[in-house]
């Protein structure tokens, strides 16, 4: 059974730090590009960063580079999105994702809550 299971979200003030992790299970995580979207309140879910399997490549919105940073740890199937320098419009819902189009696989986790404010 496939699972991703969120971590780490909360409420945080402008200008703080947050650790989002995400555990995953049931598949080969290190086969997998893994993301993290968010999504804010009357918005569409957005891409926030990507962490490709084998390169450890990763991709940002231009909304976060400099202050997110995406990591993963392939012995301990977990994803991490490390955030600082929050602002309020970081505000969402935090998605993880895993995904390999060549065979169609696309996973999601349920979410965790992030809130900036003060």
């Known amino acids: 059974q496939v699972q991703l299971v969120e971590s780490g979200g909360g409420l945080v003030q402008p200008g703080g730090s947050l650790r989002l992790s995400c555990a995953a299970s049931g598949f080969t995580f290190s086969n997998y590009r893994m993301n993290w979207y968010r999504q804010a309140p009357g918005k569409e879910r957005e891409l926030v960063a990507s962490?490709?399997?084998?390169?450890?490549?990763?991709n940002y919105a231009d909304s976060v580079k400099g202050r997110f940073t995406i990591s993963r740890d392939n012995a301990k199937n977990t994803v991490y999105l490390q955030m600082v320098s929050l602002k309020p419009e970081d505000t969402a819902i935090y998605y993880c994702?895993?995904?390999?189009?060549?065979?169609?696989?696309?996973?999601w986790g349920q979410g965790t809550q992030v809130t900036v404010s003060s």
């Open positions: 962490i490709f399997s084998g390169s450890d490549r990763t």
């Open positions: 994702n895993a995904n390999w189009p060549l065979i169609g696989r696309d996973y």
